[in-house]
């Protein structure tokens, strides 16, 4: 029989890009795919947990059997992330949450002027950080992307964001991160301590990383 370690929880994976508008037709993205959260969210649900699923715009169909919420922004996904985080037992932040938001999105599309201009961009909250700020019985997992010096600036995160751990990604490695259905990533802990994984499928990596969390579930009653 299939491995049915998550029966009775309910997980929460977010994915894809957030999309800031600065006007109607115009926003600020990142090239991700919602690959590697679609693939945590459907090997979960394998795996008999109850999922929620909220992505931003991504060129994936719902999987079936859970719950697909579709978000464009970081506040949009913030509140459906922190509304379904309130009864979950694991939450896997893989969606590539823009930083920044136009401070002053214009309601109208903007006329091309002379010359340069100049946008005035302000901070997203961070959802991970607030989740940990609150963190109770929940296992909080993150993903990050760096360039250079990768383990300790996200372990340096997971401390900061209280998560129990991080999936360092690059995206600069051939058939990685943005857009493959393969992936390389170091599990990264609070405390520094790394475990460098083969390059996997994205499905196998969401399978590794589960069951690294399941292990961090506290016992059902
Ligand atoms: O700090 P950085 O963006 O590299 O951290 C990445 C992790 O934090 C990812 O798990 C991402 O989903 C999450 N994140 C978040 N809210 C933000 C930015 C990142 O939850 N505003």
């Known amino acids: 029989p299939a491995l049915c370690d998550l029966a009775g929880r309910q997980v929460v994976v977010s994915a894809g890009p957030t999309r800031e508008y600065l006007d109607p037709v115009r926003f600020i993205s990142n090239p991700s795919s919602g690959k590697m959260g679609f693939a945590v969210a459907e090997a979960a649900r394998d795996r008999g947990a109850q999922v929620t699923l909220v992505t931003g715009p991504v060129n994936l169909p719902d999987p079936a059997g859970l719950k697909v919420v ?6 949009e996904l913030r509140d459906a992330v922190v509304a379904a985080a309130q009864t979950a037992d694991l939450v896997v932040m893989t969606a590539a949450v ?3 938001r136009a401070a002053a999105p214009s309601g109208e599309k903007q006329a091309k002027v002379a010359g340069d201009v100049t946008i005035h961009l302000t901070p ?3 959802i991970l950080a607030e989740l940990g700020r609150d963190k109770g019985r929940r296992v909080l997992v993150g993903f990050a992307m760096e360039t250079h010096a990768g383990v300790e600036r996200a372990a340096g995160k997971a401390q900061r964001k209280n998560a ?5 990604n690059y995206p600069t490695r051939e058939g990685t991160a943005f857009g493959g259905d393969n992936n390389q990533v170091t599990l990264v802990r609070p405390d520094g301590r790394h475990e460098d994984w083969p390059r996997l499928s994205k499905r196998e990596v969401a399978e590794q990383l589960l069951t690294e969390a399941v292990r961090l579930l506290p016992p059902t009653p």
Do not use: K, Q, T, V
């Not at 579709?70 to 506040?75: M, T």
């Open 98 to 100: 823009a930083d920044y």
């Open 124 to 126: 997203n909250p961070d």
């Open 70 to 75: 579709r978000i464009e922004s970081a506040l």
């Open 164 to 168: 129990d751990f991080i999936l360092l």
